[in-house]
C-alpha cells in the first residue's frame, strides 16, 4: 500500500478532519501534514515549530507557523480556538508529556496523537538481543535520539484513564503503514510500530 | 548578499493639497510627501509594497544617488532585484511621513498661517494619522490594496495600524521588531529623550530655527540613550568591552572606553543631520501608539477589525529587549484568537532592536518565502 508523502498517519488523520475545520499542527516540521489537510481537506490550518529550518521550510510551503516551544505550553492559543489539534509523531520529544496533552484539549475539541510504540515486536527483541531498536518508526540511534520518552500503546492508554481522557479511535500501524487488527490489546501492542489517537476530554 | 541593488534612485515630492485630520483633533492644511519608488507598478496595480520608516527613517529606503554614491538607502539590503523585496516583481514604496524631516512636512517647514518654520507649532501626528497620509499616497498611485504593507519597529506599528484602519486595502502585512503598545519603561526611555532636548537652552520652546541655533546637545544625548536601547548587551560586550582608547587611565571625564567613543560619535551624527522637533514627535506617536484603546485595551477585539484574508508575518528578534518577542507575540495571539492567517518567527540575531535591519539568511529568508506566497 502507498501512503501519502510516505507518512501513513497522514492518512489516518486527514479522515477524521472534516472540510472547513480549524486544525493546529503541533511540532508541524516543513508544513507537510498541514499542507496534505489542506489540498485535499479544505482545512484551516496553523503549525508550530521550535526549528528555524522547520519554520522557514513550513513558510514556504505557504503554511502558517508560529515558531514557539511546545514545552511552554500553548500559552499564546485561546480555549477552543481549533477543531483538532495534531500530535504527530513529536509526543515522545516533548518531556511535559501531561502538561501538553492538557493544553491540546484546552485550545482544541479533539487531539490527535500518534506516537511510535515501544512495545512493538522488533523493538522488543533488538532490546532483548541487547540493542536499543531502531526501525522505521524509531529511525535514531539512542545517542542522537530527539526522543525523552519512551512508552507503548498500553502505557498511553494507562495515561489517557488517569488524566481522564476519552479514547475516541484508535488506529494502529505496522511497519509498512498497513492496519493491524487483532482481538487482544496485549497483541496490538504487540504487532503496531506506529499507534494514532484521536482523543476528547469530558466538558 | 544575494540579489543586487536598485542602484541610482530619485526622491519625488508629492503635494497633497486636501487637509488630513489629525488624531489630535488638529488639522494639517496641506502637506508634501518627500516619496520613493523601486521597480514597476503593474497593469492591476496589484504588486506594491508599502515600507513604513522607524524613528529616525526616511523615505531613502533603497538604493542610492546619483550624486551622492555613498548615500545608501537605510534597508538597502533587503530590497533589489533577487533581494526579499524583489523589485523585479513588486513595486516598492518608501516615503516620509508627516512631522519627518528629511523632505516631507514637517516641523523645519514653512507655516503658511504664519510664513516662518512651524517649530513647535506643527501639531502632533499619530501612527493613525501617518497611515491615513500613506493612504491618500496609495491613491495617488492608484494602488486600491497593497500587496503588503511592512515596517520594524515603529514602522511596524504602522503596518499593523493599517491591518486595523483600512483592512480591506491590505493584503499582506509584515509586523517585524514591533509591539501592540509601548511598556512604562518604554515611554520612560522616550521621556529621557525628550527631556534631554526640552531642557537644552538652544531649544527655546522649538522655535530654535528663528534663533539660528539648534539643540545639539539635547539630540545627542537623546540619541545616545537611544542607541543603548537598540543594541544588546552581548553585543556591545563583543563589540567594545572595556576597551580604551589608550591603555591606561587618565583619570579625567575624556572619552577613555571605545563605547563612549562609539555613542558619541553616534549622537554627534545624528545631531549634525536630524531635526529635534521631528524627534520629538516621532517619541510622541511612539508613546500614544495602542490601537486597543478604543476597544477598551481588549487587543482581541481590535483585532477582529482586520481583514480575514490578510496574511500576517510578525517577527521579533532574541535579544531585543526594547522591544522584546513576548510584546510581538502578544499580537500574534491576538490574531490567533481570531482565527487570522498569521505566522511568527522568532530569530536568533545578536543585535538587539538593530538586528531588523541586519541581514540574516533566516530573517530575510523567511520575508523572501512569505512575499513569495503572494499570488500574482
Known amino acids: 500500500m502507498t501512503h501519502t508523502l510516505g507518512r501513513p498517519d497522514f492518512d489516518v488523520i486527514a479522515a477524521w478532519v472534516e472540510p472547513g475545520h480549524r486544525v493546529l499542527d503541533l511540532g508541524c516540521g516543513d508544513g507537510a501534514l498541514l499542507k496534505h489537510l489542506i489540498d485535499t481537506r479544505n482545512v484551516h490550518g496553523w503549525g508550530v515549530d521550535i526549528e528555524d529550518a522547520n519554520v522557514l521550510a513550513a513558510m514556504r510551503n505557504g503554511i502558517n507557523v508560529i515558531q514557539s516551544n511546545l514545552e511552554n505550553g500553548l500559552k499564546d492559543f485561546a480555549d477552543d480556538a481549533f477543531d483538532h489539534v495534531v500530535l504527530s509523531r513529536t509526543l515522545q520529544t516533548v518531556r511535559h508529556t501531561e502538561g501538553i496533552l492538557r493544553e491540546m484539549l484546552r485550545v482544541g475539541r479533539e487531539a490527535v496523537v500518534s506516537f511510535p510504540n515501544f512495545a512493538y515486536w522488533k523493538n522488543l527483541r533488538s532490546v532483548l538481543d541487547g540493542r536499543m531498536p531502531v526501525s522505521e518508526d524509531l529511525p535514531y540511534q539512542w545517542y542522537d535520539s530527539p526522543n525523552v520518552r519512551f512508552f507503548t500503546l498500553l502505557d498511553f492508554e494507562a495515561l489517557c484513564g488517569q488524566m481522564g481522557l476519552t479514547i475516541v479511535e484508535r488506529r494502529v500501524l505496522d511497519e509498512s503503514g498497513d492496519p493491524v487488527s487483532a482481538d487482544a490489546d496485549r497483541d496490538l501492542n504487540f504487532l503496531g510500530s506506529l499507534a494514532v489517537y484521536r482523543l476528547t476530554r469530558p466538558r | ?376
Open chain 2, 1 to 376: 548578499m544575494p540579489g543586487q541593488s536598485v542602484g541610482a534612485v530619485e526622491a519625488q515630492r508629492i503635494h497633497f493639497s486636501e487637509p488630513l485630520p489629525l488624531r489630535s483633533g488638529s488639522i494639517l492644511p496641506a502637506y508634501d510627501l518627500a516619496v520613493e519608488t523601486y521597480g514597476t507598478l503593474n497593469a492591476a496595480k496589484s504588486n506594491a509594497i508599502l515600507v513604513c520608516h522607524a524613528l529616525s527613517g526616511h523615505h531613502h529606503v533603497a538604493g542610492y544617488y546619483a550624486d551622492q554614491p555613498d548615500n545608501i538607502g537605510w534597508w538597502d539590503n533587503i530590497i533589489g532585484p533577487g533581494r526579499p523585496l524583489d523589485t523585479d516583481r513588486f513595486f516598492i514604496v518608501g516615503l516620509n511621513n508627516p512631522g519627518g524631516c528629511h523632505g516631507s512636512t514637517g516641523p523645519s517647514s514653512i507655516n503658511p498661517a504664519t510664513g516662518k518654520p512651524w517649530g513647535a507649532d506643527f501639531p502632533i501626528v499619530a501612527v493613525s494619522d501617518w497611515v491615513n497620509a500613506q493612504a491618500r499616497l496609495a491613491d495617488h498611485f492608484g494602488i486600491d490594496r497593497w500587496a503588503a504593507v511592512m515596517g520594524g519597529s515603529l514602522g511596524g506599528m504602522q503596518a499593523l495600524r493599517w491591518t486595523i484602519s483600512h483592512p480591506e486595502r491590505v493584503r499582506n502585512a509584515l509586523i517585524i521588531a514591533s509591539a501592540p503598545k509601548l511598556t512604562a519603561q518604554n515611554i520612560a526611555f522616550n521621556d529621557v529623550a525628550r527631556q534631554a532636548i526640552l531642557t537644552d537652552p538652544d531649544f527655546h520652546g522649538g522655535h530654535y530655527y528663528e534663533h539660528g541655533t539648534r539643540p545639539m546637545r539635547g539630540l545627542r544625548l537623546a540619541r545616545m540613550l537611544g542607541h543603548i536601547t537598540y543594541l544588546s548587551d552581548d553585543q556591545m560586550g563583543e563589540k567594545f568591552g572595556r576597551e580604551l582608547r589608550n591603555a591606561a587611565f587618565s583619570f579625567d571625564y575624556d572619552v577613555e572606553f571605545e563605547v563612549e567613543s562609539y555613542l558619541r560619535y553616534q549622537g554627534d551624527k545624528f545631531a549634525g543631520y536630524f531635526d529635534a522637533n521631528t524627534y520629538l514627535l516621532m517619541t510622541k506617536a511612539l508613546d500614544y501608539f495602542d490601537p486597543a484603546r478604543l476597544d477598551g485595551g481588549d487587543l482581541v477585539r481590535t483585532m477582529a477589525r482586520t481583514h480575514r484574508d490578510t496574511n500576517f508575518f510578525v517577527a521579533s528578534f532574541t535579544t531585543d529587549w526594547r522591544f522584546s518577542p513576548a510584546r510581538s507575540r502578544e499580537i500574534v495571539a491576538a490574531l490567533l484568537a481570531n482565527g487570522r492567517k498569521v505566522s511568527y518567527a522568532e530569530i536568533d540575531l545578536n543585535f538587539g532592536h538593530d538586528s531588523f535591519l541586519m541581514e540574516d539568511p533566516q530573517y530575510h529568508g523567511l520575508v523572501a518565502a512569505f512575499l513569495g506566497n503572494i499570488k500574482s
